[in-house]
């Protein structure tokens, strides 16, 4: 069968989202922007995002509702949630603040079940943590740890590669199943 194809922006993007069949969210040195077949429409100055643009774990992710996480990605940013709708983008989760005290974001995805995944650093050894964000989370109470067995900490202990849990990407399947890719590996954590 052919699939149709054709270009719908030309804009010097970094990350996309997945909003919807005809809409996808994209960041882009300008800041966040709605594109459709009908074109890009900006939704968010970079200022309004804190970016400063390609820092090393800048991710994004996006709901049907148009509602999304994006992570600046540089060492001590925030994840902030916002909606396409242009209501509003904020800092969802300080990482310095309590309860969750963590170094770094390193990647999100869209949970097809509700909401996201999101990969986060503690301080002390850079042990990766999973977390799954509800859709109307306003701060860190609508985070909700998953813990794992064995354990990320236990994980990371069993590679001798420097980088094994450094930077990643995750997918969520259907049934909830999360994807994370790290450095050089691909891990699977089954509900």
């Known amino acids: 069968p052919r699939v149709r194809i054709r270009v719908i922006s030309t804009a010097d993007v970094a990350n996309i989202a997945v909003i919807t069949n005809d809409a996808v969210a994209a960041v882009s040195r300008a800041g966040l922007a709605k594109v459709t077949p009908n074109g890009s429409e900006p939704i968010y100055t970079s200022a309004q995002l804190g970016s400063t643009y390609s820092c090393a774990t800048q991710d994004l992710a996006a709901t049907s509702s148009g509602t999304f996480l994006y992570q600046p990605g540089c060492n001590g940013s925030p994840i ?75 994980a990371k202990r069993s590679q001798d590669e420097t980088f094994a849990f450094w930077f990643c990407s995750l997918a969520t399947a259907p049934d909830g199943t999360i994807y994370f890719q790290t450095y050089s590996q691909l891990w699977k954590v089954s509900p």
């Open 80 to 154: 902030l949630r916002g909606n396409v709708d242009g209501g509003g983008v904020a800092t969802l989760v300080d990482i310095f603040a309590p309860p969750l005290n963590v170094g770094n974001f390193l990647c999100v995805a869209r949970d097809p079940r509700g909401g996201f995944n999101v990969i986060a650093v503690d301080v002390d050894g850079y042990i990766p943590r999973l977390y799954h964000v509800a859709e109307d989370a306003r701060d860190a109470t609508g985070l909700t740890r998953i813990e794992t067995t064995p354990t990320f900490a236990e």
